[in-house]
């Protein structure tokens, strides 16, 4: 699976992104997806998980209630809702592709994926 990661840039504080990744290689819908973020001088965080069947999500609290994870197989897209950004949310945005045979498991930990885009920044201005 190889993974494309889109719709990274600068935004102000309020406003909204969309992000999406696009993936090709293999069948698409046996793979739970993530996002993960990396701000300057910090460590990858988990942002937001789906499983391959698009009804189980988790998002770390600190996104909850702002952004939405959502995914269209049909497309081998998915996407993430980013509104009422944060300059905290400045990072560079990974997403992330794990096969995985359940289709309501959702993975929320960087180690369990296999494959990685290749990132895309956002920066937020306050």
């Known amino acids: 699976v190889q993974l494309q990661a889109s719709g990274g840039g600068l935004a102000q504080a309020g406003d909204s992104l969309r992000l999406s990744c696009t993936a090709s290689?293999?069948?698409?819908?046996?793979?739970?997806m993530g996002w993960f973020r990396q701000a300057p001088g910090k460590e990858r965080e988990f942002v937001a998980t789906?499983?391959?069947?698009?009804?189980?999500?988790y998002y770390a609290d600190s996104v909850k209630g702002r952004f939405t994870i959502s995914r269209a197989n049909a497309k081998n897209t998915m996407y993430l809702q980013m509104n009422s950004l944060k300059p905290e949310d400045t990072a560079v945005y990974y997403c992330?592709?794990?096969?995985?045979?359940?289709?309501?498991?959702?993975?929320?930990?960087?180690?369990?994926?296999?494959?990685w885009g290749q990132g895309t920044l956002v920066t937020v201005s306050s």
């Open positions: 992330a592709a794990t096969e995985e045979p359940a289709s309501t498991t959702v993975r929320a930990l960087a180690r369990e994926y296999e494959y």
């Open positions: 290689g293999r069948t698409w819908s046996n793979y739970a």
């Open positions: 789906i499983s391959w069947g698009g009804k189980s999500l």
